[in-house]
């Protein structure tokens, strides 16, 4: 999407513009730029002189008649706002009257974009560098000037779909123009302007009409539309467009209209077998997709999520404001463990039967996998407050997605995903978010070659992540070079498709909830020492998964309790896996007044309370044995560090330096804002901590997270022993692991504010 200051647009509006079709299109056209305070002169052009004088009368515009001829010579700026099939005798008849445009930027409204290139092509020899092909994204059924509406395009999208030649000031111009009435301006060429359209708008429009049509002629159509529902009111509201107008649309966007009649077509067919034979499996796989479709599309529509396209806008759109003080008191349970939420989704559609999973983390990463599952075919019930049902399909019963498998910002169901897709039939794509673009995928694409994998990536080994399909996997010996919990279960999960034994050594210890996980859905893996290994070819059986609350959320709490006088606070069912609990250990040996209370097991994982009252930190030495265990905590930790007495020194930690973002040197700059000593290496830091017990430990203000939820977060609990306002900006992404954050922070006594477009 392009932006443009409103004084740019005020600069680029014509002296004289001319719109020829003073219809709804046309009329609130004039209406936005009038209520906007256009300083040009208006004129319009249409067959009805009734509607050229009702728009004088309306003010709308300054004058107007029935003769292009007259007209379109004054006219720095022409827009064609009559039916698609009449913009090629309108551009004949400006031909005639200009046969290059010369000094004319001619733009136009039509639906379709192909048809009007391609008449212009045949009328001038080529489009001409100031003709500006458009199309705003708006309508009403109402008809006329009389039914203009000035904010008919605010928040709407209008898109051009500029030749590759086409004028820079004629293309600014237009955009301008359209910007001036608060439309989003998009560019993209003429073939997928028509595709997507004839998806978007035509297809509906055509079944709406056909259905309308089909019960207008049921002996029984007054009850029909008597008894009808809201649902059918909604659906069919479309069907009360201008007929002709539609016709024309239909005629000249046909070849794009009957592509995606066909593959609507092929969708119902499916439906109605599975209908017919009573296959609830796939009756719920496709209503689920089209559920979730329709969710996300609404947070589209109301901007309520980041997560918008594969290519991602810049994560601006929430900030923190964190006002110093505050307290941390209460009991409360933070979301389910995004780890074990990933895996009990990707296990539970690979087995035989019905999982139920408890617990589950409704963060967007979260639910991109369960998107990614329903668009290879698989039926998922949910998630409702924290339950989702899956309807495993065996480890060789997903089907091909029909485009590229989004998952946002997650790292972990990249690398995972990567594993379990390397040993299907058919080819498949990896995409992320802007973030996610930037990690390395080498670390996971490499073993996986070598047991018979065939994967293109990026430059320098970044994602998508396209890996073809059919491969016969062999399993293998891996020593990995770094501890990685992700490329550890990546090749567990390619292992269960390769011919022979698959095992993994890692140099220290990793989170072992997938080793746990599979076991727990009856397919073995063995484990000695540091190397663990299965035998593909086997099966898993579906079962329950109750997930416990994930400590990586619970550790800023944990830090926020350790670090702020007269706190009491108790984190409920957390997970406590002892390949995961640095937080802990290490917080312990700072002097944390922290205590496990009703350990317990459920589902395999260990789980406990986690009482944390304030005494007094110190610093210490990271024993590097803990680091891998703390990998993804040590954010919420540097904060413990500059709350802890003395120098705090962390090492062989340059993992943290190709995780969300850059986290050593991230978490240097914000402790440098608040004005916090320190010396960053290149795998690790030192951080002087002032824990003398004064009110403040550090001062505010503003810091960059990079779109990483992790530094928001530990800078938002920092503000608990700071001076002044912590001001975080780019926190968007912290709804991707944590959603109720916000919340659950202002519940145990936190003074945090949000502003912004993602605010939970």
Known sequence: MIAMRADTACRAESATLLIVGLGLIGGSLAAGLRQRGFRGRMIACDPDAREIRRGIDMGLIDDGGTDLAALAPAADTIVLAVPVLAIPGVLGELRALNPELKGQTVTDVGSTKAIVRDAARRLFGRVPKTLVLGHPIAGSEKSGVAAADPDLYAGHNVILTPEADTDAGALARVRALWQSCGANVLEMDVERHDAVLAQTSHLPHLLAFSLVDTLARQDARLDIFRYAAGGFRDFTRIAGSDPVMWRDIF?????????????????????????????????????????????????????????????????????????????????????????????????????????TVTGFLEGEDSLATLQAFREMGVAIEGPHQGRVVIHGVGLHGLKAPSGPIYVGNSGTAMRLFAGLLAGQSFSSELAGDASLTKRPMNRVAEPLRAMGAVIDTAEDGRPPLKIHGGQALTGLYYDMPVASAQVKSCLLLAGLYAEGETWVREPAPTRDHTERMLGGFGYPVERDGDTCRLTGGKRLTAGPIDVPADISSAAFFMVAAAITPGSDLTLEHVGINPTRTGIINILKLMGANLEL????????????????????????????????????????????????????????????????????????????TLGVAHTLLDDGIDIVGNGDGSAASYGGGRIDSLGDHRIAMAFAVAALRASDDIVIDNCANVATSFPDFIELARRIGMGLDAEGGHVR
Do not use: C, W
């Open 251 to 355: 005629t000249a966007n046909r070849d794009a209209v009957l592509a995606s009649l066909d593959d609507f077509e092929a969708g119902l067919s499916r439906l109605r077998a599975a209908v017919e034979t009573g296959d609830g499996d796939a009756m719920l796989a496709a209503f689920g997709r089209a559920s979730h479709a329709r969710h996300y599309f609404e947070s589209l529509l109301n901007k309520t999520s980041y997560q918008t396209e594969y290519a991602m806008q810049p994560h601006s759109q929430v900030t923190y404001r964190v006002r110093p003080g505050g307290g941390a008191r209460g009991r409360v349970r933070v979301p389910g463990d995004k780890s074990i939420s990933h895996r009990s989704i990707m296990l539970g559609a690979l087995a035989d039967g019905v999982t």
């Open 597 to 672: 209370v009703d350990e317990r097991e459920v589902g395999g994982e260990p789980v406990a309370d986690i009482r944390v009252r304030h005494a007094p930190l110190k610093a210490v030495d990271i024993p590097v044995e803990q680091v891998p265990l703390a990998i993804d905590e040590f954010p919420a930790l540097f904060i413990a560090a500059a709350n802890a007495a003395g120098t705090t020194r962390l090492r062989d930690a340059a993992e943290l330096r190709v995780k969300e973002s850059d986290r050593l040197a991230a978490m240097a700059d914000g402790l440098a």
